[in-house]
């Protein structure tokens, strides 16, 4: 194939579009909606404990503030669903209250759990692209980031830092 721009929007499912890629490893992902006591609360990521959260504005859970991170359960199946253990809730509590203290007694209203794809060099780039970009999404209305990369040292698949 040639062309100038390849987009694999496969998240999990990118292995098994591109098995060149070596290294890579799935990750559970899970997060609880839980009551907002501050409704002006904005999205927050928090680098330090791996959390993030942001306000709910609509669908079931709306005025809850949907929170949680990757959790250390490795190499899992490629799946997702709404079931979230007392275990699990509390696990969520436990990273973000580092943050947002007042998690410690709101109420849980669900949660979500998914999986993510990981390399352990960071984005997935691979040798020869000459300009690689992460991308990601933002909002409805808003325009997607694209960040350039210099390609990985020594052809190596992984990603360097932006220039």
């Given at each position: 194939m040639a062309a100038q721009v390849v987009v694999v929007a496969a998240g999990c499912h990118t292995p098994a579009l591109l098995p060149s890629f070596p290294a890579?490893?799935?990750?559970?992902i899970r997060y609880g909606f839980f009551t907002d006591?501050?409704?002006r609360c904005p999205a927050v990521v928090d680098l330090v404990t791996g959390t993030w959260g942001r306000p709910q504005a609509?669908?079931?859970h709306a005025g809850g503030l949907p929170h949680g991170g990757a959790v250390p359960e490795w190499d899992d199946t490629v799946d997702g669903g709404t079931r979230l253990t007392r275990e699990q809730q509390d696990h969520i509590r436990d990273q973000a209250g580092q943050r947002l203290p007042w998690l410690a007694d709101a109420a849980c209203l669900g949660g979500r759990y998914g999986t993510d794809l990981y390399h352990p060099d960071g984005p997935l780039s691979w040798a020869g692209c000459q300009e690689c970009r992460t991308?990601?999404?933002l909002?409805?209305?808003?325009?997607?980031?694209?960040?350039p990369r210099r390609p990985p040292p020594n052809g190596s698949p992984g990603s360097s830092p932006p220039d």
């Open positions: 890579t490893r799935t990750r559970r006591r501050h409704p609509d669908g079931e991308s990601w999404w909002p409805p209305g808003r325009a997607a980031v694209s960040r």
